[in-house]
């Protein structure tokens, strides 16, 4: 089954750091990126940051760079999102995302979503 | 970075109206438009990409359209499994952006 699962929810306080994985199955993990996507409540989502899972190459949103940290380990189709000093804002499902290529790869969408984990981050 | 905007922010419609929902991109995106439905608990699910591709599995009711800056979604005939928030989302450039939503209910 082609899916992507998330690790359990977390609690954190602030200043604290938190890591979450996304763990690929049923399909070939090195041929695609992993994305992290995170959504405040009632908020739109908001893009973290991609992982080439082949080479392991990242970018990040500048919003998250020095803080977030994402990593991938292909013996466990398994990706990571590190977060850092970690804040009441921070609070939000983060999700993993897989991004697929269309037209020869001319286009991109995330085609493959976790069910999100839930990152709660109070004193 | 790339702002999205959509309107209405909401709207409730009844079962087999016409639904149309505008993304406004804040500068020149080509195609690079993507459309995902988001029901209550659940991940966002992929619509459309490249602007006006139906990606697999997804029903022909739903259509996309537009170029550089100015794109729709459109349900020709709303069904109550479409009550879900829409949406749009940039890949022309990163950061990756979203627009704020648009919450679609039946009347």
């Known amino acids: 089954q082609v899916q992507l699962v998330q690790s359990g929810a977390e609690v954190k306080k602030p200043g604290a750091s938190v890591i979450l994985s996304c763990q690929a199955s049923g399909y070939m993990f090195t041929g695609y990126a992993i994305h992290w996507v995170r959504q405040a409540p009632g908020q739109r989502p908001e893009w973290m940051g991609w992982i080439n899972a082949a080479n392991g190459n990242t970018k990040y949103s500048q919003k998250f760079q020095g803080r977030v940290t994402i990593t991938r380990d292909t013996s466990a189709t398994t990706a990571y999102m590190e977060m850092s000093s970690l804040r009441s804002e921070d609070t939000a499902v983060y999700y993993c995302?897989?991004?697929?290529?269309?037209?020869?790869?001319?286009?991109?969408?995330?085609?493959?979503w976790g069910r999100g984990t839930l990152v709660t981050v109070s004193s | 970075d790339i702002e999205m905007t959509q309107s209405p922010s909401s709207l409730s419609a009844s079962v087999g109206d016409r639904v149309t929902i505008t993304c406004r991109a804040s500068?020149?995106?080509?195609?690079?438009l993507n459309w995902f439905q988001q029901k209550p608990g659940k991940a966002p699910k992929l619509l459309i990409y490249?602007?006006?591709s139906l990606h697999s599995g997804v029903p022909s009711r739903f259509s996309g359209s537009g170029f550089g800056t100015d794109f729709t979604l459109t349900i020709s005939s709303l069904q109550p499994e479409d009550c879900a928030t829409y949406y749009c989302?940039?890949?022309?450039?990163?950061?990756?952006?979203f627009g704020q939503g648009t919450k679609v209910e039946i009347k």
């Open positions: 995302a897989r991004e697929e290529r269309f037209s020869s790869g001319w286009y991109q969408g995330f085609d493959l």
């Open positions: 500068q020149s995106i080509n195609s690079y």
């Open positions: 989302q940039q890949s022309d450039s990163t950061p990756l952006t």
């Open positions: 490249a602007a006006s």
